[in-house]
């Protein structure tokens, strides 16, 4: 028989993931495992007041794990945030980090063990800059617990990070930093609201969508993406209309996850406006790319028919063309409720001739199947700001 999302089940790639309903539950056997005996807990504000962290606080105190919580976290993490979860964890002693929640929270966790014993400064871990010559030694130990299905943040060190000086995103990462251990725990999504399931749903339904259309050949990279878009396009929608539905919420969770593995390879123009309208106007990182997604996809699809149609029989659409998937995504983001321009969160137009010079800087414009002037990307963003479906 064909084991299911229900089913509990242990994965060693990339890093060692625990995934299950409940399977929160062993945090403490997983801390002893890996000779964490004082870990702190950082997680957004947003979470703070949700069930799963004194949950969780109370799973490590029983199993006489002192423990403390930071919950500084914006949803678009910003540098200072970074360094007063440093001073936290340097203060209380703390031996690792335990990132719980959406991906800001998970991004805040990364980017603390990043600095906090490091001597470097945040920024030098850029993702574009040479890599600073630090051991894993000088990294507390992480685990990640991801409380959403979307950003995919779980399994890797890179965390998007706000530099306020400069008003903009960027990616920190080191190669050294991994997390011990993921704990995938469906149940914990269970409470996530319809409109943040369809957020945060896209999300990952978009990185694995821009992911697959990088240029680079990378195998790997592909079949994990495509394996997701099948996972999420056939238990969104479900998850969305019945948030109650576990085994929709596990096939989530997990396609999530393998999108965010996937985006090694690199993401596109959906992310490197996102990043900067995020970083801007602090709005919600999947919803932001939501809206984007069709005027990015009706610009670089028209060149890709043949992964066009791979994507949509992943998807379970039959073999389409390039304007009847995008037709397709329109469709979905209608009955998912989610807003057609950039306008309706706030977004000005006279920003975007401002937001579409910072997105060329940003590392996934890079990857991009198709190249942009800065005339171009401000094109884009003017018609995901006025409606971009």
């Not at 690792?96 to 030098?124: E, N, P, Q, W």
């Not at 939501?290 to 379970?316: F, Q």
């Amino acid at each position: 028989m064909a084991l299911s999302a229900l089913d509990n089940q242990d994965f060693g790639f990339p890093v060692p993931i625990a995934y299950g309903p409940g399977r929160l539950a062993g945090i403490a056997d997983l801390c002893a495992a890996h000779a964490i005996t004082r870990p702190l807990i950082v997680t957004d504000r947003g979470s703070r007041d949700l069930p799963f962290i004194d949950r969780l606080a109370d799973l490590l105190s029983k199993a006489g794990l002192p423990n403390a919580v930071f919950s500084d976290i914006s949803p678009n993490p910003r540098d200072d945030e970074i360094a007063a979860g440093c001073a936290a964890l340097r203060d209380g002693d703390h031996d690792a980090v335990i990132g719980i929640g959406g991906g800001s929270a998970m991004d805040g966790g990364k980017a603390i063990c990043l600095t906090a014993h490091s001597g470097v400064d945040l920024f030098a871990f850029n993702y574009d800059e040479p890599v600073p010559d630090v051991s894993k030694a000088q990294f507390p130990k992480l685990i990640t617990i991801p409380t959403t299905a979307g950003t995919g943040a779980e399994t890797e060190s890179t965390a998007m990070v706000t530099d306020t000086s400069k008003g903009m995103k960027f990616c920190v990462w080191h190669p050294e930093l991994k997390p011990s251990v993921t704990v995938l725990d469906p149940e914990l999504t269970l409470g996530l609201p319809p409109h943040l399931t369809a957020w945060t749903g896209v999300d990952a339904l978009t990185h694995g969508i821009e992911a697959y259309l990088v240029p680079d050949f990378n195998p790997l990279c592909d079949g994990l993406a495509l394996e997701a878009l099948a996972l999420i396009s056939g238990s969104l929608e479900q998850a969305f209309r019945t948030p109650s539905d576990l085994e929709a919420r596990g096939r989530m969770l997990i396609g999530s996850c393998l999108a965010g593995v996937s985006f090694l390879k690199g993401l596109g123009h959906v992310h490197a406006i996102s990043h900067m309208v995020g970083a801007e106007y602090d709005t919600q990182h999947g919803l932001t790319n939501a809206i984007v997604l069709p005027v990015v996809l009706r610009y670089n699809l028209p060149d890709l028919p043949d992964k066009t149609r791979v994507m949509a029989e992943a998807m379970g659409m039959g073999a389409l063309a390039p304007d009847a998937f995008c037709a397709q995504i329109d469709g979905l983001l209608d009955r998912l409720d989610i807003p057609k321009g950039l306008a309706e969160i706030g977004v000005e137009m006279d920003s975007a001739e401002r937001l579409a010079g910072k997105a060329l800087l940003d590392a996934a414009a890079g990857t991009n199947p198709r190249g942009s002037s800065i005339a171009e990307m401000q094109e884009l963003i003017e018609a995901a700001i006025t409606g971009a479906r």
